[in-house]
């Protein structure tokens, strides 16, 4: 007779420690890491970080999600959009100050934690692409018509330009972390948009009313702007610049 033993953990029990790095946190735009910036929304990577998928319902946004997950910074729960095993999205609350701030995860299922340090810029920008990848086509809307910017529909010199980015900053009138504001609030540092090499007018700056984190920039495409399907585009706010973008112009 042969006796056989079978040995297995369920995934709950999470018998290895969740593995989080400073690297592997990413502007939710331009996936670039190393730093972030207050009220930038971002994207940990990692491994082990819970069982349950669960995205936010509702803004506010929760400070727990997927039976519990958290993640703090400096101590200050910050609000979550979406939990997996291995990604959580969420925003680097407004109320951080320090220059390098202390990121703890905490897993739901049995309270593993471990903490990582993040440097802390005044803006962290990042423009969103169709791409996803932080490489290709800005995501810009035309503001006198209907629709986005693409290499069938592209912008002309001198027209104005809506620009969807993140990572721009504090903003006034303050919006608290999480939620949507209801009207214009711009962000307390200048933002400087260059086309092509050409220096931009910008017209406002700051967060889109209704949504949670996320900027637009609205800009006039330089009438000195060189021309062309993908014409390199680049934000820069209190010395720190964004990925490089492109914008189709004819």
């Known amino acids: 007779m042969a006796v056989v033993v079978l040995g297995y953990t369920v995934d709950a029990e999470h018998l290895s420690p969740p593995q989080v790095t400073a690297a592997g946190i990413v502007n939710s735009a331009s996936l670039a890491s190393g730093a972030s910036a207050p009220g930038a929304v971002v994207t940990l ?17 929760p400070r727990t999600l997927g039976n519990g997950v958290r993640v703090t910074i ?37 309270g593993a934690k471990q903490t990582v340090q993040l440097p802390m810029k005044p803006a962290h920008p990042g423009i969103y692409t169709s791409t996803g990848d932080g490489a290709g086509p800005a995501i810009a809307a035309h503001t006198a018509a209907q629709g ?4 069938s529909s592209p912008s002309s010199r001198g027209e104005w330009l809506m620009l969807y980015a993140d990572g721009l900053g504090p903003v006034t009138p ?73 914008l189709s112009i004819q």
């Open 45 to 61: 990577y990692g491994i082990g970080l819970g069982s349950s998928w669960e995205s936010a319902a509702a803004s506010p946004l």
């Open 148 to 151: 986005l910017v693409s290499a």
């Open 74 to 110: 400096d101590g200050i729960d910050a609000p979550l959009f979406y939990t997996s095993p291995l990604q959580v999205n969420f925003q680097i609350p407004f109320e951080v100050s320090s220059s390098t701030a202390s990121v703890t995860f905490t897993r739901s299922e049995d």
């Open 174 to 246: 303050g919006v608290p972390s999480g939620a949507a504001p209801s009207g214009l609030s711009g962000t307390v540092n200048p933002v400087s948009v260059s086309v092509g090499g050409v220096d931009s007018e910008v017209y406002f700056a700051g967060l889109v009313p209704g949504f949670i984190g996320l900027y637009q920039v609205n800009f006039r495409v330089p009438p000195g702007a060189p021309t062309g399907a993908a014409v390199p585009l680049i934000l820069t706010v209190a010395g720190a610049q964004s990925n490089t973008s492109t």
